[in-house]
């Protein structure tokens, strides 16, 4: 493991440890974090420990086109029960992802300092939300990092209030990057949920590919 200094780079992510763990220090700059993102790397840690740097192998993503949409959420997403923005409560959406509580975790990996590097990147034209309403309540939504040239989005958090709430604005994100031609979605770990959703694991090796211009 490698202890980062002020100076803005990183390891070959091929020294990560067995659990993907890469490094430990350096800061949330804008300039930092791009390069992380770019180069298949993202930090994630708990409040009070030092930041801490991730590449996993294998690494879960999310192909557009298998995005698994079954009879009864399609009629979810026909009702129009609900309304879909892109980019328009950023702060908002992060804010109720560090907020929610989920199953078997205590506390939030986003800390403050990570909500306010992340919309820092927003404000930026690199961070991007999708927010999911009813009426004129936020009921759910994600954020993540735009990697426009490489064509990938890298998911990082997403929260729901609503049944299906998130899982709408999960729909609507992967519509736009099928009409941009995105190649993935980075969900990073594996989780059950994005398994049934469609996601699935493949190897650092093949994601560094398709992250690479």
Same mark, same amino acid.
């Given at each position: 493991?490698?202890?980062? &200094? ?7 992510? &091929? ?9 430990? @220090?350096?800061? =949330?700059?804008?300039?930092?974090? =791009? ?30 086109? +298998? ?8 009629? #979810? ?7 879909? &923005?892109?980019? #328009? ?17 205590? @506390?939030?990996?986003?800390?403050? +300092? ?5 919309? @820092? ?17 936020? #009921?759910?939504? =994600? ?11 890298? @998911? ?34 594996? &989780? ?22």
């Amino acid at each position: 493991m490698h202890l980062l &200094t002020e100076k803005i780079w990183f390891p070959p992510v &091929t020294d990560a440890d067995e659990d993907g763990l890469l490094a430990v @220090g350096g800061d =949330l700059s804008s300039e930092r974090l =791009l390069l992380a993102y770019q180069s298949g790397i993202f930090p994630w840690y708990s409040e009070g420990q030092p930041i801490l740097w991730w590449s996993p192998n294998p690494r879960m993503v999310l192909f557009p086109k +298998e995005l698994r949409v079954s009879k009864s959420f399609r009629k #979810t997403i026909n009702s129009e029960k609900f309304r879909v &923005t892109f980019n #328009t409560s950023f702060p908002e959406v992060i804010k109720n992802c560090a907020a929610i509580k989920r199953d078997g975790q205590a @506390g939030t990996w986003i800390t403050s +300092e990570m909500e306010r590097a992340y919309i @820092g990147l927003h404000e930026k034209g690199y961070a991007f939300s999708v927010e999911v309403w009813q009426e004129n309540e936020l #009921t759910g939504g =994600l954020y993540g990092i735009d990697l426009a040239d490489q064509k990938v989005f890298c @998911g990082e958090s997403m929260f729901t209030k609503v049944s299906d709430a998130s899982k709408v604005g999960l729909y609507h994100l992967v519509e736009l990057l099928k009409e941009k031609n995105y190649k993935l979605i980075d969900c990073q770990i594996y &989780t059950e949920h994005l398994e049934r959703l469609g996601a699935k694991e493949i190897s650092r090796d093949e994601f560094l590919q398709h992250i690479s211009c």
